[in-house]
């Protein structure tokens, strides 16, 4: 089956420590993005990505970092410079060359203690 | 920069018809994006607007006006599985699509 796998669905993390989200398309999709909700509110991009080996910040980067080894990959670390990092972490991916419309994976629920 | 507004919160009746509004202000104009996200779920999509007018699609319609920055998403014959929330997009110019998304419209459909 093709799609976005996201893993795991919860986590739980201990303040002052980094942890490392899995996101992982077999969709062959160009591009993809990183995502932050919180509750009652709309999606915030933390970082994206249209090639390997390249990536690039969104509006809240801050105490995150990406990598973009390969194309079906794209992890992202929450570091502990992250202030707040307790929210819902929805990765995305689009196509580039064929249609505009980003495709979500299931998220991952990530609450510090 | 870019702005969206949508309401908070709607509610309305089983089989009755609701429409969600979206007013939205971009430096360069690349379409319009509804997703629909059920509680604690990833968005999935559901339209894409880039020329005025209505398009249907089943139950579901989403209206785009270019000029005066807005759209609305037309559900008809409400149904229960239809309570969640309804998020508004819209893409940055020129920035690999990235979306600015509205902080959606939560909908609760009663008996």
């Known amino acids: 089956d093709g799609g976005i796998t996201q893993s795991p669905k919860y986590l739980f993390r201990k303040e002052g420590q980094n942890v490392t989200l899995s996101c992982e398309q077999n969709?062959?999709?160009?591009?993809m993005y990183w995502y932050r909700q919180d509750p009652g509110q709309g999606l915030r991009l933390i970082y994206y990505?249209?090639?390997?080996?390249?990536?690039q910040k969104g509006d809240i980067a801050e105490g995150y970092s990406v990598s973009r080894e390969k194309k079906e990959s794209f992890p992202l670390t929450v570091t502990s410079a992250q202030k707040n990092p307790t929210a819902f972490y929805l990765c995305?991916?689009?196509?580039?060359?064929?249609?505009?419309?980003?495709?979500f994976g299931p998220g991952t629920r990530l609450t510090v203690l | 920069g870019q702005n969206i507004d949508q309401p908070t919160e709607m509610t309305a009746t089983e089989g009755a018809i609701v429409q969600i509004n979206c007013t939205y202000q971009?430096?360069?104009?690349?379409?319009l994006f509804w997703y629909q996200q059920h509680a604690g779920e990833a968005p999935t999509f559901l339209s894409y607007?880039?020329?005025?007018g209505l398009e249907e699609k089943g139950r579901f319609s989403s209206f785009l006006s270019r000029s005066k920055g807005y759209s609305y998403l037309l559900l008809k014959e409400l149904q229960m599985k239809d309570s969640a929330s309804y998020l508004c997009?819209?893409?940055?110019?020129?920035?690999?699509?990235?979306?600015?998304f509205g902080g959606g419209t939560r909908l609760m459909v009663k008996p």
């Open positions: 971009t430096s360069g104009f690349n379409g």
């Open positions: 969709l062959n999709h160009d591009a």
């Open positions: 997009a819209v893409p940055y110019p020129n920035a690999g699509n990235m979306l600015t």
């Open positions: 995305a991916s689009r196509d580039l060359t064929s249609t505009d419309t980003q495709y």
């Open positions: 607007n880039v020329l005025d």
């Open positions: 990505s249209q090639i390997v080996n390249d990536f």
